[in-house]
């Protein structure tokens, strides 16, 4: 993606741009109310919590927060335009 044409350099900025911003502050997203997560994350991942963070052009990553005793984990799960989004999540 970096290296790619420019939409692609463009996403993998919004990208880094989102890590960054969850490095600093886990809950910085929006939490998805349970009942609008997919069942596909459940079935899949095992997801005890699910999260927006929005990005800019409409982008969109979704993550699920871990945590044990000693670490606070943010799992990226999915990046995708708004348009995915809404087919993912059934808008």
């Not at 990005?55 to 348009?83: C, D, G």
């Amino acid at each position: 993606m970096k290296e790619g044409k420019f939409e692609d350099k463009q996403l993998f900025d919004f990208i880094e741009r989102a890590i960054k911003d969850l490095k600093t502050n886990s809950t910085c997203g929006t939490k998805i109310p349970k009942k609008l997560w997919p069942k596909e994350y459940i079935r899949k991942f095992g997801i005890t919590n699910l999260w927006k963070y929005d990005m800019p052009n409409a982008w969109r990553l979704i993550y699920t927060i871990q945590t044990n005793e000693v670490m606070i984990l943010n799992v990226i799960l999915e990046w995708f335009s708004h348009k995915e989004y809404e087919r993912r999540f059934k808008y």
